[in-house]
């Protein structure tokens, strides 16, 4: 079965800086997708930024971009140019290319400073 | 267009007793999913439908099912409620899926907060 590790309970950092949350997984597979949901107090869960496995470019959307290292299963966040409405638990999933459900962590509670 | 929607927002219930939770998916989503939260967690998947059959199945008691209607809306059951089924629900559609697998994102609805007393 797959899991994924988020390291870090909580992050904390200055308005307009830059930050990075950290996610590794375990897998035997070759071929899946890895996510980045934003979940914040409203608990509606919300897509990030998502990475098919087979591309070798890392995705970015605006301010968000991934460090998508396949060998080292490793996929990081970083957020760049941090607003307080990015304030929220950040949730790594993956899935594999065979199914449909999402492996979650357990998610980065990441902390805006004004 | 509306997202995905659940019904109820909060329920309180007691031990032993059965609970329905419904999801209407996004316009044009076929395929659902259902979630289990627990308080300070990442969401666990239970259960996944398009048209209207079982795709996946996560390590879930029986006492836990789901079904898919025509209009592709979902319910999730649970039965004999336990302390530990406190959780919030979240629902999650995606579009059509190819080969039986979807390569598109999962949407998800705002949940049902389940409260077991």
């Known amino acids: 079965a797959q899991t994924v590790t988020q390291s870090q309970p909580e992050m904390s950092v200055q308005e307009a800086e830059t930050v990075t949350l950290s996610c590794t997984y375990d897998?035997?597979?070759?071929?899946?997708?890895l996510f980045w949901y934003k979940q914040p107090p409203s608990r509606q869960m919300i897509l990030v930024i998502r990475q098919e496995a087979y591309k070798q470019q890392n995705a970015t959307e605006n301010r968000f971009s991934v460090n998508f290292q396949k060998a080292a299963k490793s996929f990081s966040l970083k957020i760049s140019d941090s607003q307080l409405g990015d304030a929220a638990m950040y949730f790594c999933a993956y899935r594999s290319r065979g199914a449909d459900g999402l492996t979650f962590g357990k998610g980065t509670h990441l902390i805006i400073q004004p | 267009d509306a997202g995905v929607t659940q019904s109820p927002t909060h329920l309180i219930k007691t031990r032993g007793q059965h609970v329905t939770l419904r999801c209407s998916p996004i316009s044009g989503h076929k395929s659902v999913s259902w979630y289990q939260q627990v308080l300070g967690q990442g969401p666990q998947f239970i259960f996944q439908?398009?048209?209207?059959?079982?795709?996946g199945r996560g390590n879930f008691p029986d006492r836990f099912s789901a079904r898919q209607f025509p209009n592709y809306s979902s319910e999730l059951n649970v039965n004999a409620l336990l302390l530990g089924d406190s959780a919030l629900y979240l629902c999650?559609?995606?579009?059509?899926?190819?080969?039986?697998?979807?390569?598109?994102?999962?949407?998800f609805g705002d949940g049902t907060r389940l409260s077991i007393l």
């Open positions: 897998t035997s597979e070759s071929d899946y997708y």
């Open positions: 999650a559609s995606s579009l059509a899926m190819t080969g039986g697998h979807s390569n598109q994102p999962q949407h």
């Open positions: 439908y398009y048209e209207k059959e079982e795709r």
